[in-house]
């Protein structure tokens, strides 16, 4: 596939010598040290790519032509996970010219939404994805913007395996190699040829900008 290069069966990322690759590492937010040193590092969030009208449309449309590509064998249908990986999922899906559903956190009322799976045993909320919204015909593409120990991923597919859809491919914008989230899903037995790719890799988690909780509560 062009432009990529495969980490292990199946798990894809960009070549850094790609373009996208390039502006991504560029464009992520610079922070100083917190002790005070001139030292800055790059951390990314998904504000890099949402702040950069040009990055962004870069991304949307390297995607849509990936996409467009496959012809009939394309997706029919966009999840993101809620809730960043609506940033870039919405606006693949309106490209596509496709449906867009976001995998939530919660259900409305519980006849109306399908659960990844009642017997999981799962430190996050739950995943849903609505009733009727996909059928065993559907092609999905899964988009979230960093995957970190693959549990999200994970329960991201669950749902649409309840559903009996076929997932194309999972995609994060950035993945942090040491917390093996793309290893743990391809080490599920059911997820084990699920085709998977990044835009972009960081070696640890640290390099994620997280808000701190006292930060939050003061906005």
């Not at 449309?61 to 590509?69: E, G, N, S, V």
């Not at 669950?158 to 989230?181: N, P, T, Y």
């Not at 743990?184 to 994620?208: A, G």
Request: aromatic share 8%; hydrophobic share 40%; proline share 6%.
């Amino acid at each position: 596939m062009d432009g990529l290069v495969e980490i292990s069966p199946n798990h894809f990322t960009l070549k850094k010598s790609h373009p996208v690759y390039v502006a991504l590492r560029e464009k992520s937010t610079r922070l100083r040290k917190l002790d005070s040193s001139k030292e800055y590092k790059p951390l990314y969030d998904v504000t890099t790519i949402t702040e950069s009208p040009e990055l962004f449309k870069t991304i949307i449309d390297w995607l849509a032509t990936r996409y467009r590509a496959m012809g009939s064998d394309g997706p029919t249908h966009i999840l993101g996970i809620d809730s960043c990986g609506c940033y870039i999922g919405a606006p693949l899906a309106l490209v596509l010219g496709i449906p867009f559903l976001p995998l939530r956190r919660g259900a409305l009322t519980e006849g109306d939404f399908v659960m990844e799976g009642e017997n999981k045993k799962a430190p996050n909320p739950p995943l849903f994805v609505r009733n009727g919204s996909l059928s065993p015909d559907s092609r999905v593409v899964v988009v979230d913007d960093f995957i970190a120990n693959g549990r999200t991923l994970e329960a991201a597919l669950d749902c649409v395996q309840v559903v009996g859809s076929k997932v194309l491919e999972a995609i994060a914008m950035c993945e942090i190699i040491e917390l093996e989230g793309f290893k743990h899903v391809h080490d599920i037995p059911n997820y084990k040829d699920v085709r998977l790719m990044s835009l972009f890799r960081l070696h640890k988690v640290s390099e994620v900008l997280f808000m701190p909780r006292r930060f939050q509560a003061k906005i």
